[in-house]
């Protein structure tokens, strides 16, 4: 077995270890490995190993590896990383899931790329910067229910959940899942956001544990990045 297929394997088992301790279906969580900076071999090694969901944060290496890859029919690319309105139309013809919508003008500036690319609705995730961290993208939580007002207006765009990047500490990592999970509720809960992408290599149990649908692993998976 290569390194890879080892590592995702392990990490697989992490997840349904996590989903047995909470009372979930292991089904209900989908992994997203996360490539960024790792070449497209490596992608390919993870594929061949079953894995169909990849993770890219730049919009110009998804357009590369995607090139790359393009002989992969049913390999899905999720966009995890911050998002400007001019990348768009590099993410909106490539994307299954975009994870990080977090102004109106970008979620309008996706849904007109997506009609251009003739894609006829873009799934998305509105991202939360549920502690209101400067440094962070994301809407605040008080600005989120207007958000996604504007995204479901958008014709052409699926509004399919909340996304969050939690800070490095666990205990601050499990309060801000549990913040993403209460703001779905208040939200329209799983009916109107049946996705929560929350979870890295370092808290995904306690991620799966808060209810994530979505885990985005990457250094758990392709090593440490340089
Ligand atoms: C890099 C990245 C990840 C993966 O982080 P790891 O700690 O390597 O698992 C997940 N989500 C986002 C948004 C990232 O940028």
Known sequence: MSAIAGALA???????RAAAAAGRA???IRLVAVSKTKPASAV?????AGQRDFGENYAQELVEKADELADLPDLRWHFIGHLQSNKARLVAPLAALVHTVDTPSLARELAKRAARAERPRLAVLVEVNVGGEAQKHGARPDEL???????DAEPGLALTGLMTMPPHDLDAARRAFE???????????SA??????????????IAVACGATLVRVGSAIFGARS
């Open 10 to 16: 392990e990490v697989r088992a992490r997840i349904d």
């Open 26 to 28: 292991p089904e209900a």
């Open 44 to 48: 390919r090694e993870a594929y061949e």
């Open 145 to 151: 229910a207007e958000l996604l007002d504007a995204v």
């Open 179 to 189: 913040a993403l999970a209460a703001l779905r509720e208040r939200n329209g809960g």
């Open 192 to 205: 109107r956001l049946p996705e929560l992408s929350m979870g890295m290599s370092d808290d995904l149990e």
